[in-house]
């Protein structure tokens, strides 16, 4: 068997889990809390809910670790409206007040590419110009942002960003299952292949597998991923500090894989 590294300390359950509190507890696993997705949750009169109960699910792990994934439905940073740049910088700014209130050390954001809305120079243009922006001011925080791929169909893309925004706040978190199901109208590169291209740029990794086609969040070891290569190719090509979430409907599965090979 390779030599591989336990991912236990650097390991993260989604919470749209069934029972994330359990499977976290059970590996000694951190939080990434998924309640934050939702813009509404972010509201005034529904905030102090959110952060009640987002601390009491980290406190119950019992290794009080957490990662906030923030908002992303109909927010984009590469927005051409100033309106709606407005609205994303909102939400953006609320969710990283929220890793600040839960003492969350990362903030994982959409990168909000659209094929066939945004021509790749606006999308590359627009987002270096808001993550510069945005971040300028926020290097005391302790908090790292990590920029995700969903509808990029290409490493390349975000690669760039984060090349020329230049903070060393800003990294990237690579999703495994959109990435092999991104749409695309040449050659689709490999998981592997991102992997290789982003290396030292990959600050988080979302871990799910599908079967091809759709993005199921099936768990490790099932759909058309070959896990156990991409987690070897994490190894080789990534920090030791990147950290990873299950982002499958069912984690106990993913965990109870990621033992039987031996990354817990």
Not at 83 to 111: F, I, K, M, P, S
Not at 237 to 257: H, K, L
């Amino acid at each position: 068997m390779p030599n591989r590294q336990s991912l236990c300390d650097r390991l993260y359950v989604a919470t749209f889990d069934e029972n994330p509190v359990e499977v976290a507890r059970n590996y000694d696993l951190g939080l990434e809390i998924n309640e934050t997705c939702v813009s509404e949750n972010l509201d005034a009169d529904r905030y102090p809910s959110l952060i009640a109960h987002a601390r009491k699910d980290i406190d119950a792990t019992g290794v009080s670790r957490s990662i906030v994934h923030g908002p992303y439905t109909e927010l984009t940073p590469c927005s051409i409206d100033h309106l709606a740049l407005e609205l994303t910088r909102t939400r953006y700014e609320q969710a990283w007040q929220a890793c600040r209130d839960l003492g969350a050390n990362t903030l994982v954001l959409h990168a909000g590419y659209t094929p066939r809305v945004y021509f790749p120079e606006w999308f590359h243009e627009r987002s270096v110009a808001f993550w510069k922006d945005f971040l300028k001011d926020k290097r005391g925080d302790g908090i790292r942002l990590c920029i995700e791929n969903v509808l990029e169909d290409d490493p390349n893309m975000l690669l760039s960003i984060v090349e020329d925004v230049g903070s060393p706040l800003l990294s990237i978190c690579l999703d495994t299952g959109h990435a092999q199901v991104a749409p695309t109208s040449g050659r689709k590169p490999s998981v592997i292949e991102w992997i290789e291209t982003l290396g030292s740029h990959i600050g988080h990794f979302h871990l799910h597998s599908n079967r091809g086609i759709r993005d199921d969040h099936l768990p490790l070891g099932a759909g058309v991923l070959d896990m156990d290569e991409i987690l070897q190719a994490a190894q080789h090509n990534c920090p030791s500090s990147t950290t990873f979430t299950i982002e499958s409907r069912d984690a106990a599965a993913s965990c109870a894989w990621l033992a039987d090979h031996g990354w817990l």
